[in-house]
């Protein structure tokens, strides 16, 4: 069927155009019974291309505002800003500084000025927005600013004021689209085109019943058709807004971002929603700035304003160019902010109004089932046309034998607007527009499990895409390790120690003496992007990044003091760690008044910088290359013990210094440390579940090539034939030679952002591979955008990073990744169980009606019978098998293919073979059912389609329970624990007897005896032998190792 799809629904899950959205909705045409709800999770093109005018509009204003600014800067500083002169009356001429002072207190509620607030909230929003660098200056600056806002600099807000200036400056929350009601769903349901019209023909009916037949017997038929509409309706649009739910707590996860900010004095981490004006933050590298402020103090601040000006060229940020707006991206640097605004009066706030328009862009797979559905519903139309047609043949040519042709009654017109009712039914069965719609209960399903399983899925298609992955290239720390890193081995003054930082604090008492140890110290203390902070009790804790929180931890533990040595030194100048120069620099003012340098880093990048080296009593001597050498094999020790390793170093300045640069060579090497990192817990298995799914782990790690091969060992990751090579030779190959290297290739040591990126390109581009990728620092975000699935780590992970993600694995732990893999199987293996349920139950209903009416002049299901398979089918069918959980033996299988069949030969297999069962049985008992059943008198016919229809419904419930394996003969595997797929099929058994015994007054059935019941049951019961006899047929093998993406059938144990 999938070789009839035309080209147009083929669409690739990343970098889609407007163009190939639009020509896949003008492919499907008019073969909708609800566009409302069909496309409901589609992109709205209208208005994402409003939304794009609007933010296009924004832009422009802000860049507009930046050119106003760079002009007062120049027209500042040249000086051309005077005041006026002091008249000779001795009266002073108006102070400007008091004239803005005056000018933002106005509009100021009672209750910011009894809070102690001088300042209005738009006021200040339009201050920082328009880059008012004027106004700022006339209000002293950030520490003017600061006092009218109430807040200490150094101590930031008390927490007991949060809620005061909240409600005078309002909560950092931005305007969300309202969650539709109920209501909304349900109007929504009921825009079914077929379903209007069975309504019409409902309400015909109830009126010319009442005149032929009267009150009450001659309404039935057309109550029963609005009860089955109603019912549809309802479980419909009940099962919609479940999925918005999910939906919607999915995308407040997808939002929530912490920050650190100084509150009562304290360095502590708070999620941005609790952000208000006044608080100081604290950014650094990677951070998104989580509101418009000022800035306070900082080093090197680069903020990539692209995502709101739309402009890629980096802005240094400065006491001169003190303005930062939210929404945007620290490149480089750290600083301290001042918040000025928050929430919807940021220009951030008024961009995600509008990004929020227009909605997501629909997944590969629910294009494809879109294109299924499509020649599915011209099929059903056909047929449906046919059917009516042969109805209406017969009907005319009896009228005819009867000499009636001519003859009408009111009966006539009821049976001819049956037959209309019928064959739109077999419409609203045939045409499944719960096939793409099904993607979406499966994905939100497998979204909702996967954020219990700590993993955050931020674009759907993700979900989708991973179960097709082929490699999965992730970093080593906090990935593959558990990130609790321990300073274990120290190599300094030329001897190597282990470490206990629980231990003795004297251990190196017998090595160094007490300058080496000052200048270690320092090194530790002031070079760092840490903190060591005390809380309200006085317990010390560091806020920072892992391996850093190691060195400072050593630090404390040698008995050094972070406040101390901090208030002794003056820092001139900081240059941060980033994975491009795998070093952290910091210029320091001594308080003798000389100024020193610390640099710490990768090894053979700090020791390639330095030429001499520290003896136990504290004095500098220049190394040999014997010496050199003798270095680099404790660095290769610690590495081969799969320790992280450092150099620290140090170089004092000469008096002739001149600025705050950053010497980069003439170091003295202080010390070498080793930082274990132990490999987080269920990773090995983890790993071997990957190679036995058919997925390649990569380790693309900065570490050394020694340390990454340790612990690559040790995870399953690399064996003896598999090749690992560092970065700078990765960079030095040709294309040619990258694609050849790539295959074998597990480890890469040593690599930067650009040797990740450069091969998830080439596996992806040449190798054909569907790669994901692994990320936490803001240098990956290219790798990670540029990846089939893109997975940021939750913890250690940038802003910048986990935006240009796909993924955000919460707990940086590779077993989750494992478990999104698992579950992107899982979806696209539940989808082809729901797609072989519902084309069963299509040829089977549309046929068994077809061939009735052509042969008999009746068709065995009614309108109300047809609804009620149509629910079966497609939203209750939907929701038993496409919330199935994954099963383990996923795992076992190779990955599918980008290009496979959603219908694979399997599954056209067992369609075909269970709609022969159900129609021979169906057939068999429409033409022969009374002489088989010993049915007679003037019931007997109505208790024969009684007993068509219960058959057909049994079957299709066995049949349902036959679909949770496309391939394996145990159907029942895990059955008791999916209490969704219990329910439902309980639900279904519970209503049909209903139907059967108690409705039939609406659903045109008569009460059955027990043994027709059981007869019913038995037949529909058959079908799973039936299954089981279709399994064993072997199909057509596309390879001599899998079929259509999967493996062949298995054999013996584990057939079951």
Same mark, same amino acid.
């Given at each position: 069927?999938?070789?009839? &799809?035309? @080209?147009?629904?083929?669409?690739?899950?990343?970098?889609?155009?407007?163009?190939?959205?639009?020509?896949?909705?003008?492919?499907?045409?008019?073969?909708?019974?609800?566009?409302?709800?069909?496309?409901?999770?589609?992109?709205?093109?209208?208005?994402?291309?409003?939304?794009?005018?609007?933010?296009?509009?924004?832009?422009?204003?802000?860049?507009?505002?930046?050119?106003?600014?760079?002009?007062?800067?120049?027209?500042?500083?040249?000086?051309?800003?005077?005041?006026?002169?002091?008249?000779?009356?001795?009266?002073?001429?108006?102070?400007?500084?008091?004239?803005?002072?005056?000018?933002?207190?106005?509009?100021?509620?009672?209750?910011?000025?009894?809070?102690?607030?001088?300042?209005?909230?738009? $006021?200040?929003?339009?201050?920082?927005?328009?880059?008012?660098?004027?106004?700022?200056?006339?209000?002293?600056?950030?520490?003017?600013?600061?006092?009218?806002?109430?807040?200490?600099?150094?101590?930031?807000?008390?927490?007991?004021?949060?809620?005061?200036?909240?409600?005078?400056?309002?909560?950092?929350?931005?305007?969300?689209?309202?969650?539709?009601?109920? +209501?909304?769903?349900?109007?929504?349901?009921?825009?079914?085109?077929?379903?209007?019209?069975?309504?019409?023909?409902?309400?015909?009916?109830?009126?010319?019943?009442?005149?032929?037949?009267?009150?009450?017997?001659?309404?039935?038929?057309?109550?029963?058709?609005?009860?089955?509409?109603?019912?549809?309706?309802?479980?419909?649009?009940?099962?919609?807004?479940?999925?918005?739910?999910?939906?919607?707590?999915?995308?407040?996860?997808?939002?929530?971002?912490?920050?650190?900010?100084?509150?009562?004095?304290?360095?502590? $981490?708070?999620?941005?929603?609790?952000?208000?004006?006044?608080?100081?933050?604290?950014?650094?590298?990677?951070?998104?700035?989580?509101?418009?402020?000022?800035?306070?103090?900082?080093?090197?601040?680069?903020?990539?304003?692209?995502?709101?000006?739309?402009?890629?060229?980096?802005?240094?940020?400065?006491?001169?160019?003190?303005?930062?707006?939210?929404?945007?991206?620290?490149?480089?640097?750290?600083?301290?902010?001042?918040?000025?605004?928050?929430?919807?009066?940021?220009?951030?706030?008024?961009?995600?109004?509008?990004?929020?328009?227009?909605?997501?862009?629909? %997944?590969?797979?629910?294009?494809?089932?879109?294109?299924?559905?499509?020649?599915?519903?011209?099929?059903?139309?056909?047929?449906?046309?046919?059917?009516?047609?042969?109805?209406?043949?017969?009907?005319?040519?009896?009228?005819?034998?009867?000499?009636?042709?001519?003859?009408?009654?009111?009966?006539?017109?009821?049976?001819?607007?049956?037959?209309?009712?019928? =064959?739109?039914?077999?419409?609203?069965?045939?045409?499944?527009?719960?096939?793409?719609?099904?993607?979406?209960?499966?994905?939100?399903?497998?979204?909702?499990?996967?954020?219990?399983?700590?993993?955050?899925?931020?674009?759907?298609?993700?979900?989708? %895409?991973?179960?097709?992955?082929?490699?999965?290239?992730?970093?080593?720390?906090? %990935?593959?390790?558990?990130?609790?890193?321990?300073?274990?081995?120290?190599?300094?003054?030329?001897?190597?120690?282990?470490?206990?930082?629980?231990?003795?604090?004297?251990?190196?008492?017998?090595?160094?003496?007490?300058?080496?140890?000052?200048?270690?110290?320092?090194?530790?203390?002031?070079?760092?992007?840490?903190?060591?902070?005390?809380?309200?009790?006085?317990?010390?804790?560091?806020?920072?990044?892992?391996?850093?929180?190691?060195?400072?931890?050593?630090?404390?533990?040698?008995?050094?003091?972070?406040?101390?040595?901090?208030?002794?030194?003056?820092?001139?100048?900081?240059?941060?760690?980033?994975?491009?120069?795998?070093?952290?620099?910091?210029?320091?003012?001594?308080?003798?008044?000389?100024?020193? =340098?610390?640099?710490?880093?990768?090894?053979?990048?700090?020791?390639?910088?330095?030429?001499?080296?520290?003896?136990?009593?504290?004095?500098?001597?220049?190394?040999?290359?014997?010496?050199?050498?003798?270095? *680099?094999?404790?660095?290769?020790?610690?590495?081969?013990?799969? *320790?992280?390793?450092?150099?620290?170093?140090?170089?004092?300045?000469?008096?002739?210094?001149?600025?705050?640069?950053?010497?980069?060579?003439?170091?003295?090497?202080?010390?070498?440390?080793?930082?274990?990192?132990?490999?987080? @817990?269920?990773?090995?298995?983890?790993?071997?579940?990957?190679?036995?799914?058919?997925?390649?782990?990569?380790?693309?790690?900065?570490?050394?090539?020694?340390?990454?091969?340790?612990?690559?060992?040790?995870?399953?990751?690399?064996?003896?034939?598999?090749?690992?090579?560092?970065?700078?030779?990765?960079?030095?190959?040709?294309?040619?030679?990258?694609?050849?290297?790539?295959?074998?290739?597990?480890?890469?040591?040593?690599?930067?952002?650009?040797?990740?990126?450069?091969?998830?390109?080439?596996?992806?581009?040449?190798?054909?591979?569907?790669?994901?990728?692994?990320?936490?620092?803001?240098?990956?975000?290219?790798?990670?955008?540029?990846?089939?699935?893109?997975?940021?780590?939750?913890?250690?992970?940038?802003?910048?990073? $986990?935006?240009?993600?796909?993924?955000?694995?919460?707990?940086?732990?590779?077993?989750?990744?494992?478990?999104?893999?698992?579950?992107?199987?899982?979806?696209?293996?539940?989808?082809?169980?729901?797609?072989?349920?519902? *084309?069963?139950?299509?040829?089977?209903?549309?046929?068994?009606?077809?061939?009735?009416?052509? #042969?008999?002049?009746?068709?065995?299901?009614? #309108?109300?019978?047809?609804? +009620?398979?149509?629910?079966?089918?497609?939203?209750?069918?939907?929701?038993?098998?496409?919330?199935?959980?994954?099963?383990?033996?996923?795992?076992?299988?190779?990955?599918?293919?980008?290009?496979?069949?959603?219908?694979?030969?399997?599954?056209?297999?067992?369609?075909?073979?269970?709609?022969?069962?159900?129609?021979?049985?169906?057939?068999?008992?429409?033409?022969?059912?009374?002489?088989?059943?010993?049915?007679?008198?003037?019931?007997?016919?109505?208790?024969?389609?009684?007993?068509?229809?219960?058959?057909?419904?049994?079957?299709?419930?066995?049949?349902?329970?036959?679909?949770?394996? &496309?391939?394996?003969?145990?159907?029942?595997?895990? &059955?008791?624990?999916? +209490?969704?797929?219990?329910?439902?099929?309980?639900?279904?058994?519970?209503?049909?007897?209903?139907?059967?015994?108690?409705?039939?007054?609406?659903?045109?059935?008569?009460?059955?005896?027990?043994?027709? +019941?059981?007869?019913?049951?038995?037949?529909?019961?058959?079908?799973? @032998?039936?299954?089981? #006899?279709?399994?064993?047929? @072997?199909?057509?093998?596309?390879?001599?190792?899998?079929?259509?993406?999967?493996? *062949?059938?298995?054999?013996?144990?584990?057939?079951?």
């Amino acid at each position: 069927m999938e070789n009839f &799809i035309p @080209p147009e629904f083929d669409l690739h899950h990343k970098e889609r155009s407007e163009e190939a959205l639009k020509r896949w909705r003008d492919a499907v045409g008019k073969i909708v019974k609800n566009r409302r709800r069909r496309f409901r999770y589609a992109a709205d093109l209208e208005k994402r291309s409003e939304a794009k005018e609007q933010m296009r509009r924004l832009r422009d204003n802000i860049r507009i505002c930046i050119v106003a600014y760079t002009a007062a800067i120049k027209f500042l500083e040249g000086g051309q800003c005077k005041t006026s002169p002091i008249r000779d009356t001795g009266v002073s001429s108006e102070n400007p500084e008091d004239d803005a002072e005056m000018e933002f207190q106005n509009g100021l509620k009672e209750q910011a000025k009894l809070a102690g607030f001088y300042i209005n909230p738009d $006021k200040l929003a339009s201050l920082v927005a328009s880059y008012d660098i004027r106004t700022l200056r006339k209000l002293k600056g950030v520490e003017g600013l600061a006092d009218k806002l109430n807040v200490s600099l150094d101590g930031g807000i008390s927490s007991s004021e949060v809620l005061t200036r909240q409600d005078v400056f309002g909560p950092n929350l931005y305007t969300e689209k309202p969650l539709k009601s109920l +209501w909304m769903f349900l109007w929504d349901a009921l825009h079914d085109l077929t379903l209007i019209i069975l309504m019409v023909c409902a309400v015909v009916s109830i009126v010319v019943g009442l005149a032929t037949e009267g009150w009450p017997k001659g309404m039935y038929d057309g109550v029963g058709i609005l009860l089955s509409i109603l019912l549809v309706v309802m479980v419909t649009a009940i099962s919609d807004y479940k999925q918005a739910l999910q939906f919607k707590a999915l995308d407040k996860e997808k939002r929530k971002i912490f920050i650190q900010v100084t509150r009562d004095g304290i360095r502590q $981490k708070i999620s941005t929603y609790d952000l208000v004006v006044g608080d100081v933050v604290h950014l650094c590298i990677g951070d998104q700035v989580p509101a418009d402020g000022i800035f306070i103090s900082g080093y090197n601040l680069t903020i990539d304003q692209s995502s709101l000006t739309g402009e890629s060229l980096p802005i240094y940020i400065s006491e001169k160019r003190p303005f930062l707006l939210a929404g945007t991206m620290v490149k480089d640097g750290e600083a301290k902010m001042l918040v000025t605004t928050v929430g919807m009066r940021t220009e951030w706030g008024k961009l995600v109004e509008t990004l929020n328009e227009g909605g997501e862009d629909e %997944t590969p797979l629910q294009v494809k089932l879109n294109g299924v559905a499509t020649i599915i519903g011209k099929i059903g139309i056909l047929f449906s046309v046919l059917t009516f047609v042969a109805l209406t043949t017969r009907f005319l040519v009896e009228k005819g034998l009867r000499h009636e042709f001519f003859i009408w009654s009111s009966g006539d017109a009821l049976t001819l607007l049956d037959f209309f009712a019928t =064959a739109v039914t077999i419409i609203v069965v045939a045409v499944p527009e719960g096939l793409p719609l099904a993607v979406t209960l499966s994905l939100a399903f497998a979204m909702k499990k996967l954020m219990n399983n700590k993993a955050l899925v931020r674009h759907i298609s993700a979900c989708e %895409t991973m179960g097709s992955a082929t490699c999965i290239c992730t970093d080593k720390t906090g %990935t593959l390790t558990a990130n609790h890193m321990v300073l274990s081995n120290v190599w300094i003054c030329g001897k190597a120690k282990e470490v206990d930082v629980h231990g003795d604090s004297h251990e190196l008492d017998s090595i160094i003496s007490e300058p080496v140890l000052t200048i270690l110290l320092q090194a530790i203390f002031h070079n760092t992007g840490s903190e060591v902070v005390r809380n309200k009790d006085g317990k010390i804790s560091i806020l920072g990044s892992p391996t850093e929180s190691a060195v400072l931890q050593y630090g404390l533990h040698l008995g050094g003091d972070s406040d101390e040595l901090r208030r002794a030194c003056k820092v001139l100048k900081v240059e941060p760690f980033n994975s491009e120069k795998k070093k952290m620099s910091v210029l320091v003012a001594l308080p003798n008044g000389k100024v020193r =340098a610390f640099c710490k880093g990768a090894p053979e990048i700090v020791l390639a910088m330095c030429d001499k080296g520290i003896n136990a009593n504290g004095e500098p001597f220049l190394m040999s290359e014997e010496e050199v050498s003798n270095v *680099l094999g404790v660095i290769n020790g610690f590495a081969s013990e799969a *320790l992280r390793t450092l150099c620290l170093a140090f170089k004092d300045i000469d008096d002739d210094f001149h600025g705050n640069s950053i010497a980069d060579h003439g170091y003295t090497l202080i010390a070498i440390v080793g930082i274990k990192d132990p490999i987080r @817990p269920g990773v090995k298995e983890a790993v071997k579940a990957c190679l036995d799914a058919g997925i390649t782990v990569r380790m693309i790690t900065g570490d050394n090539i020694n340390t990454a091969k340790a612990i690559a060992k040790e995870c399953g990751i690399l064996s003896d034939d598999d090749r690992a090579i560092e970065g700078p030779d990765f960079r030095r190959m040709t294309e040619y030679d990258r694609s050849l290297t790539i295959p074998n290739l597990k480890v890469m040591g040593r690599s930067s952002p650009k040797d990740k990126y450069d091969l998830v390109k080439i596996s992806r581009s040449m190798l054909k591979e569907v790669a994901a990728v692994t990320g936490d620092g803001t240098n990956d975000a290219p790798a990670l955008h540029e990846a089939d699935i893109g997975l940021a780590m939750g913890i250690s992970g940038t802003e910048v990073a $986990k935006e240009s993600a796909d993924v955000i694995v919460l707990d940086d732990n590779f077993s989750t990744i494992v478990t999104v893999a698992k579950w992107g199987r899982s979806v696209y293996i539940n989808i082809q169980k729901f797609v072989q349920f519902q *084309l069963t139950v299509n040829i089977v209903a549309l046929m068994i009606n077809f061939i009735s009416a052509c #042969a008999s002049g009746s068709a065995p299901l009614t #309108a109300v019978q047809l609804l +009620w398979v149509n629910l079966i089918m497609d939203t209750l069918g939907a929701l038993a098998l496409a919330t199935e959980p994954p099963q383990d033996e996923l795992m076992k299988r190779p990955p599918v293919g980008r290009s496979e069949s959603v219908i694979t030969v399997t599954m056209w297999r067992n369609i075909i073979g269970q709609s022969i069962y159900q129609l021979s049985i169906l057939l068999v008992l429409n033409f022969c059912g009374k002489q088989i059943l010993g049915l007679t008198g003037s019931g007997a016919t109505a208790v024969l389609n009684t007993f068509i229809f219960n058959t057909f419904v049994f079957c299709q419930v066995f049949n349902e329970i036959n679909s949770r394996e &496309i391939e394996k003969i145990n159907v029942f595997r895990g &059955i008791l624990r999916n +209490w969704v797929f219990n329910g439902v099929v309980a639900s279904t058994v519970v209503f049909q007897v209903m139907i059967v015994e108690f409705l039939g007054t609406f659903a045109s059935t008569v009460p059955l005896n027990w043994k027709l +019941w059981l007869l019913s049951v038995a037949l529909g019961l058959v079908s799973m @032998p039936v299954a089981v #006899a279709l399994k064993c047929i @072997p199909v057509k093998k596309k390879t001599d190792a899998q079929d259509d993406g999967y493996q *062949l059938l298995p054999s013996g144990s584990v057939l079951v």
